[in-house]
């Protein structure tokens, strides 16, 4: 059975760095690409990143490009997302989601997804 | 205002059928990109139920299938059931943006 638990969030300082985690099991890793999906408060679902079954080729929404990075490590199954200087407007539940294959290309879908991790961006 | 148009609310009597449209433009499912369909209960993570536009997961019921024509896809449930209360959403990709995209969801009441 595929899982994906996701963990390091919680409540930060605008200007403040996070990382969160996604720990996958259940599935081959390296054969899947990962992605990072959030949902703010009351609102509808977003794409923010994903990174290829190898780790070689990562891509970000333009929102979040810039102060967004992936990373993935095979020896634990286990996917980063980092994320500088948070704004308000960072403030969602993220969601890490399997994709339908390695590479991330364009005819995608996310066939898992973790119960998420809550960010709030607040003083 | 999300690039994908839903509905935000539809909604139906047990046993009923309901459709649940999702609109893009020439960008997007236009542009011959598939439509995959999530739902999403109350406190729960979304969970796919549609994929490349009328592919059932194993697992999901046949009362659920989807469609696409043009620039826009539909998604159809049939023999409405109180469990089916949830929000939809649909997603495909975006050329103009380089990146996938989701509809604004829509809030399905059974009554």
């Known amino acids: 059975e595929v899982q994906l638990l996701e963990s390091g969030g919680g409540l930060v300082q605008p200007g403040e760095f996070l990382r969160l985690a996604c720990a996958a099991s259940g599935f081959t890793f390296n054969n899947y690409a990962i992605s990072w999906v959030r949902q703010a408060p009351g609102k509808g679902l977003e794409w923010v990143s994903v990174?290829?079954?190898?780790?070689?080729?990562?891509y970000y929404a333009d929102s979040v490009k810039g102060r967004v990075s992936m990373s993935r490590d095979h020896s634990t199954n286990t996917v980063y997302l980092y994320i500088n200087s948070l704004r308000a407007e960072d403030t969602a539940v993220y969601y890490c989601?399997?994709?339908?294959?390695?590479?991330?290309?364009?005819?995608?879908?996310?066939?898992?997804w973790g119960q998420g991790t809550l960010v709030t961006v607040s003083s | 205002q999300s690039v994908l148009t839903q509905p935000p609310s539809v909604s139906g009597a047990p046993g009923q059928r309901v459709a649940i449209s999702c609109t893009g433009s020439s960008s997007n499912i236009g542009a011959g990109y598939d439509v995959h369909w999530y739902h999403q209960l109350p406190g729960t993570a979304p969970k796919l139920l549609i994929y490349s536009n009328n592919n059932r997961p194993s697992g999901v019921a046949d009362r659920f299938s989807g469609s696409k024509s043009g620039t826009a896809a539909s998604l159809a449930i049939t023999g409405l059931q109180s469990d089916d209360e949830a929000d939809y959403y649909c997603q495909s990709y975006d050329r103009s943006m380089s990146a996938w995209v989701f509809g604004g969801g829509t809030k399905l009441t059974v009554l």
């Open positions: 990174i290829s079954g190898s780790g070689a080729n990562t």
């Open positions: 989601a399997k994709n339908r294959d390695h590479s991330g290309n364009s005819q995608n879908w996310f066939d898992s």
